[in-house]
């Protein structure tokens, strides 16, 4: 059994027929698709409340347009997506937002685009990510605490932080050379002037 996905995963279930990337502006019907399919209450609990068909196709294009986002295809069909939005601001916070289709609920598609969105993030260099979403949203609650969220609840609403850790980047092999050389070069120079006051003295 195999997985194309971004980390890979160890999920107990088949997910041999699943693969996620990144949406371009060219998958503005297939995202617009895959929202027209989330049932009433998802489509609430994705955008806090009612929205009508003309909103979710413009939405579809803005979002792609502006936004980073993964979407997840089960075989050939993108069945869920996950949105970081406001990298463009060039801030270091990002919001990210989810939509799964019924079938695939429940199997820990939530909990692997969050983390692969996550590592999106931190490649990025984001050092905050948050979300909102209904009090009730008890999947999505758990996705944020598993991921150490920190969380408000207001008004029937929570609000969620997760703060990110930089990722260690190793120096490029080059700049590491380049340090080196210039060590040793003044390792060598040190080398000479002492022995240049040893011949003096
Ligand atoms: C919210 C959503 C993305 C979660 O994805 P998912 O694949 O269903 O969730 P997962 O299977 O990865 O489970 C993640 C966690 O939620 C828990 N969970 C899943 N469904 C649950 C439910 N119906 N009730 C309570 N907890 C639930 C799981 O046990 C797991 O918790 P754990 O990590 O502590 O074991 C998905 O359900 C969805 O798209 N819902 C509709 C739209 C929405 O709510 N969007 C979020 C607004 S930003």
């Given at each position: 059994m195999s997985i194309d996905l971004l980390t890979g995963t160890d999920l107990d279930?088949?997910?041999?027929?699943a693969h996620q990337r990144q949406l371009t502006a060219k998958d503005a019907v297939r995202f617009r698709d895959h929202l027209l399919r989330l049932d009433a209450n998802a489509r609430r609990l994705r955008f806090g409340g009612a929205v009508n068909e003309h909103f979710i196709a413009a939405y579809a294009v803005r979002v792609l347009e502006t936004a980073t986002v993964l979407g997840l295809f089960v075989d050939g069909e993108l069945r869920g997506a996950a949105e970081l939005h406001g990298l463009d601001r060039g801030g270091e916070r990002a919001e990210v937002a989810f939509s799964l289709e019924a079938s695939c609920r429940g199997a820990g598609f939530g909990r692997l685009l969050f983390a692969n969105l996550q590592r999106v993030a931190q490649r990025k260099g984001l050092r905050e990510l948050v979300f909102q979403c209904l009090a009730e949203n008890r999947a999505m609650l758990a996705i944020g605490r598993r991921a150490g969220a920190q969380l408000r609840f207001e008004g029937g609403e929570a609000h969620a932080s997760v703060t990110l850790r930089p990722l260690a980047v190793a120096p490029p092999r080059k700049v590491e050379a380049t340090a080196a050389a210039a060590r040793r070069g003044v390792e060598s120079l040190l080398g000479h002037l002492s022995a240049g006051e040893a011949a003096l003295s």
């Open positions: 279930l088949d997910a041999s027929r």
